[in-house]
């Protein structure tokens, strides 16, 4: 079992940055691939970043240039850099364990954090 917590989320103007950290419990963290996803209201789930435990980032590209993941495998922590925010970034961001890369594309892995709120104003 791997547990999740993520810090960092809060209230920005546009233009601005922030850091989202989640750290890990597990020693299996280094194995694994982190991703971050997020969810506005009425909207899926969508995933932001993912890096793999080589560090190869991969982004969706609505934040490429702007949002950058990174690893710290002896820490067990996984950062996202959020910088240039936009209002349309408003979403809850989830740290997630685990995911599985099928082709070109990541699915969801088995391990989820509690989530944290990240609300851009215009």
């Known amino acids: 079992q791997v547990q999740l917590v993520e810090s960092g989320g809060g209230l920005v103007q546009a233009g601005g940055s922030l850091r989202l950290t989640c750290t890990a419990s597990?020693?299996?963290?280094?194995?694994?691939?982190m991703g971050w996803y997020r969810q506005a209201p009425g909207k899926q789930r969508e995933l932001v970043a993912v890096?793999?435990?080589?560090?190869?980032?991969n982004y969706a590209d609505s934040v490429k240039g702007r949002f950058t993941i990174s690893r710290d495998n002896a820490k067990k922590t996984v950062h996202l850099q959020l910088n240039s925010l936009k209002p349309e970034d408003t979403a809850v961001y989830y740290c997630?364990?685990?995911?599985?890369?099928?082709?070109?594309?990541?699915?969801?892995?088995?391990?989820w954090g509690q989530g944290t709120q990240v609300t851009v104003s215009s």
């Open positions: 890096i793999t435990p080589g560090g190869q980032t």
């Open positions: 597990a020693s299996i963290f280094s194995m694994i691939a």
């Open positions: 997630n364990g685990d995911l599985k890369k099928y082709g070109a594309s990541y699915d969801w892995g088995a391990y």
